[in-house]
């Protein structure tokens, strides 16, 4: 806020930045020039969160408008203090003049004190009198700097606390700027006029720091021509230099007595008719523009020999003073010919404004917009920050170090990395760029689309919501440490929120494209990330009603990267395969299918990456959408050495609906996968969904190599269908004599390796059956529902009731009662049931 009185407000904080910025707004005193950085919060409208602002509004004046410069700026901490304890803002109006009116002094006081100290011993009334006056004007602004606000120089604040202004001018330049205001004229005739005092008036030039300050600030005002402010400055200098030279080149004649003034340089010059023999009595502006000429031809070595030193002390004085003119001249020379040539940073900077300043009138933007653009081109050029592409020529390994030393203390304490990785962390700071903003600029609009992540490393930020009705309302305040931008980012979704600067920050970004570069190989902290936005939502209430589109962008990640996994175990490779998987990947993530990368690898018989899978831990009989597993994957495609893995490593030969995929099998004559699949374990007696075996199958399409290949796998001869049907019963039907032959050999063989046992249990004795047994109605309500009983399928329905009578302790005769499927089918056959199947008991009558 421009001009006016602050009350007392402490916003100390520490900031390590490349760049010093050490005046924002004009000279050490507060004194501004046209392009000096202004602070535009009293140009925007206060939002619901800061309504102190408006007293700041109402009684803050600018450049622009008001007949006063006084305000007050009001924050709770400093409510009750506020009359008390009052500072004095640099950039104020009445502060200014004043600060003007202390450079007259400090040019006449800069030029006075080194002709009192040469040409006075004991100032005359009327210069006494002007002499103290100078000095009250001094004591009276010492008094104003005790309650001057400042800048801090690190973090870039304004600092309105009044201990530590005092504090700070203490430490500085209090003592020396006391010292300068004694009265010393008073203090030497007091002490009896003794030299030693007088030297003490040199003191007083440090108030050419004053002059210094208001040349810099003149040089980047672009009103006034470069050239000619340049000019000015070496002029004056030059000038002051000779003026001092010239005062103690006097003062050294003065120190001999009166009768060895011939032995000094002005007693001793005789111009002409004219003798210097009595200089003391000679008038005193005479006096001066002697020394003046001395000293000036003395600086420009051109000697002409009328004046030179006469004794020792004015010839070791001489030597100083004409190796002092060397290095002087140089400086003039020098900086006439930076002039000539061009390219100093302050003409760079006037250049660039004068550019900016053609484009802005031609476009006709408007004030507020101009202002932040001066502001930030003044930020640009104090800061220098900008020269950061000075480390661009050195090797990207420095630059990473640089960076990880600059911004890792920041970007670590941050929410959203919380939990990452410090490889992750490495590679996002390496990415990040700094950049300041000054109060007032707003850095993201509501409702734009935006592709930068920020991190605030200091300063001040608040977040603002803006309502149909243009209604502005503070969502939250951004301090160190907080990002802004991600929500944007990461859910691809609006900026919900306004985000404007309240205090000069500084900012670390990083743009979108960089963070997902990142995040594609740090696939588990981009997950973390998603995370975290997910445990902030219950303290803050923006993240809170995105919390759908969070869960949504998290599922997608999750989708994307379990898809970058199947995608590299279906082109087998391996080497990304395990970058994805190291770093954090799931590899038992599946496709829509229900294949995971397992599958896929084995199906395309990659042995290196099934066997890295394994190592990794992966669900070995995992199976997908169809039932299939990875062991079957291996055998279809007839990858045998991945099967053979696979089954060394515990893959279970075991497949749902084995009896379908062999019948399908024979039924397309593919013998080379019935025996890949045979020979790994499967039953050859696994039935379809009408009991057929594929020996049954074989025989009926009279497939005599098929059926001997089954027969010798151990198929079961005697095995029936639902209606009852044995494959020799099929085989006599195909008419294939051969195949018969081949049947009846294979029925005899079994039967005589079991002659006690009859065709049923021969039917069974390779595939016993369980089943569980419940002594109530399918449909029947879950409280008439009683436990039921495990027990082996016996040889018929009869003993299947009779059995389970018993078991479950029925009352009734067991003829009075049937069995029921789970759909309440009846059941009449003992071959329909299957292995494994539930049954219900239930009374006929029912």
Not at 612 to 637: C, M, P, R, Y
Not at 813 to 838: F, P, R
Request: aromatic share 10%.
């Amino acid at each position: 806020m421009k001009g006016g009185v602050h009350l007392e407000e402490d916003r100390a904080g520490t900031m390590t930045t490349t760049a010093a910025l050490d005046r924002m707004s004009g000279d050490e005193d507060g004194s501004g020039g046209e392009y000096e950085v202004q602070d535009l919060r009293d140009r925007i409208k206060s939002s619901r969160g800061s309504r102190f602002n408006l007293i700041a509004n109402e009684f803050g004046l600018d450049r622009g408008g008001g007949s006063g410069g006084w305000g007050r700026k009001f924050s709770t901490e400093s409510l009750i203090n506020g009359i008390k304890c009052l500072v004095i803002h640099p950039d104020n109006r009445w502060y200014k003049a004043w600060s003007n009116f202390i450079l007259l002094w400090a040019i006449y006081s800069s030029f006075f004190t080194p002709m009192e100290f040469g040409f006075f011993r004991g100032l005359k009334e009327n210069l006494f009198i002007l002499d103290i006056a100078g000095q009250f004007t001094f004591l009276l602004d010492i008094a104003l700097r005790f309650c001057l606000a400042y800048q801090d120089s690190n973090t870039y604040r304004m600092v309105y606390n009044r201990n530590r202004i005092a504090l700070r001018y203490l430490k500085s330049g209090f003592f020396i700027d006391l010292l300068a205001c004694l009265p010393w004229d008073l203090i030497y005739k007091a002490s009896g006029h003794k030299e030693e005092v007088r030297y003490l008036l040199w003191i007083r030039l440090c108030r050419v720091q004053r002059v210094i300050n208001f040349f810099h600030k003149l040089e980047k005002d672009i009103r006034i021509n470069y050239l000619f402010t340049r000019i000015v400055k070496l002029i004056a200098v030059e000038l002051y230099c000779t003026h001092t030279a010239a005062c103690i080149f006097y003062y050294l004649a003065t120190t001999l007595p009166p009768s060895q003034e011939g032995y000094t340089w002005i007693g001793s010059l005789k111009l002409g008719d004219y003798s210097y023999a009595e200089f003391r009595h000679i008038d005193l502006w005479t006096r001066y523009i002697t020394s003046l000429y001395f000293a000036i031809v003395t600086m420009a070595t051109v000697g002409y020999g009328d004046i030179h030193a006469v004794n020792l002390r004015e010839m070791i004085f001489v030597m100083i003073y004409v190796s002092f003119d060397m290095i002087l001249g140089a400086y003039l020379i020098g900086n006439m010919t930076a002039l000539i040539v061009k390219g100093s940073k302050t003409e760079k900077f006037r250049d660039k404004m004068t550019d900016f300043i053609k484009y802005m009138n031609r476009n006709k933007l408007g004030r507020e917009i101009r202002n932040q653009i001066k502001g930030h081109l003044r930020l640009q050029y104090e800061s220098s920050y900008t020269e950061a592409a000075v480390i661009q020529d050195l090797p990207i390994s420095i630059r990473a170090k640089i960076s990880q030393t600059l911004y890792i203390p920041y970007i670590a304490k941050v929410p959203l990395f919380k939990g990452c990785s410090s490889e992750f962390i490495n590679q996002v700071v390496i990415r990040l760029h700094e950049e300041f903003f000054l109060p007032g600029e707003v850095i993201m609009e509501q409702g734009s689309v935006v592709d930068q992540l920020y991190f605030v490393c200091h300063g001040t930020l608040e977040e603002v919501g803006i309502g149909d009705d243009r209604v502005e309302e503070t969502v939250s305040i951004l301090q160190r440490n907080s990002s802004f931008g991600e929500i944007s980012i990461l859910c691809n979704v609006p900026q919900p929120y306004t985000v404007r600067v309240c205090e000069l920050c500084q900012v670390l970004r990083l743009d979108k494209q960089s963070l997902t570069n990142v995040l594609d190989i740090y696939f588990h902290d981009g997950r973390r990330i998603f995370d975290n936005l997910l445990e902030m939502k219950a303290s803050n209430i923006r993240i809170k009603q995105l919390e759908s589109d969070i869960t949504f962008h998290i599922g997608k990640q999750e989708a994307e990267l379990a898809l970058k996994v199947i995608s590299a175990a279906h082109n087998g490779d391996l080497y990304q395969l395990k970058g994805l998987i190291r770093a954090g990947a799931d590899p038992n993530k599946c496709d829509y299918d229900g294949r995971s990368p397992l599958h896929l690898a084995a199906a395309r018989g990659y042995e290196d990456i099934v066997l890295f899978l394994i190592q990794e831990g992966v669900d070995i009989n995992a199976k997908d959408n169809f039932g299939n597993t990875a062991l079957l994957e291996s055998i279809k495609h007839g990858h045998d050495r991945v099967s053979s893995l696979l089954v060394n490593e515990g893959a279970s030969p075991k497949v749902d609906d084995a009896g379908i995929l062999l019948c399908r099998a024979v039924a397309r004559g593919d013998s080379d996968f019935i025996k890949r699949i045979l020979g790994n374990g499967v039953d050859p007696n696994s039935r379809d969904y009408d009991h057929r075996t594929p020996l049954h199958l074989a025989a009926s399409e009279g497939l005599y190599m098929m059926a001997k290949l089954l027969l010798e796998a151990g198929a079961n001869v005697f095995s029936k269908d639902r209606w009852g049907k044995t494959p020799l019963d099929e085989g006599r039907m195909s008419g294939n004599k051969k195949l018969v032959k081949l049947l009846e050999d294979a029925k005899s063989a079994q039967l005589s390796e079991f002659p006690e046992s009859s065709p049923r249990i021969k039917d069974n004795s390779h595939t016993k059956k369980k089943c569980t047994v419940f002594p109530f109605h399918p449909g029947d309500p879950p409280e008439k529902r009683r436990r039921g009983v495990v027990m082996w399928l016996p040889n018929s329905m009869d003993e299947l009731l009779h059995s389970a009578t018993e078991h479950l302790r029925l009352d009734s005769d067991s003829s009075q009662y049937c069995v029921l499927s789970e759909d309440a089918g009846e059941i009449l056959d003992i071959d329909m049931i299957n292995d494994g199947q539930k049954l219900y008991i239930t009374c006929e009558a029912e």
